[in-house]
Nanobody, 122 residues
């Protein structure tokens, strides 16, 4: 089992920045792909970003491309999401996920965190 814990969420003004962290514990493995998804009230869960096990391959969702950056530090079992130029529509609960074959689809992930709220004020 892998446990994931997100941190770094909060309230920020539009145009501001936040960095989310996701720390893995338990049966951790640097061979897992990891990803970020988000869900706003009344909307379906949306892919945000993903990174492969080594960090060499990264995928960014269309709605955040150019503003968000994903990275990971396997020595710290931690993944990051740097969010810049935040918009009101970025408001959502952000979830991190891990899976051996994780990609842009949430069904490819085996483990999920509890989520962290990001609220962007307009």
């Amino acid at each position: 089992q892998v446990q994931l814990e997100e941190s770094g969420g909060g309230l920020v003004q539009a145009g501001g920045s936040l960095t989310l962290s996701c720390t893995a514990s338990g049966r951790t493995s640097s061979n897992y792909a990891m990803g970020w998804f988000r869900q706003a009230p009344g909307k379906a869960r949306e892919f945000v970003a993903a990174v492969n096990w080594s960090g060499a391959s990264r995928f960014i969702g269309d709605s955040v491309r150019g503003r968000f950056t994903i990275s990971r530090d396997n020595a710290k079992n931690t993944m990051y999401l740097q969010m810049n130029s935040l918009k009101f529509e970025d408001t959502a609960v952000y979830y991190c996920a891990a899976g051996e074959n994780g990609n842009i689809y949430d069904s490819t992930y085996d483990y999920w965190g509890q989520g962290t709220q990001v609220t962007v004020s307009s």
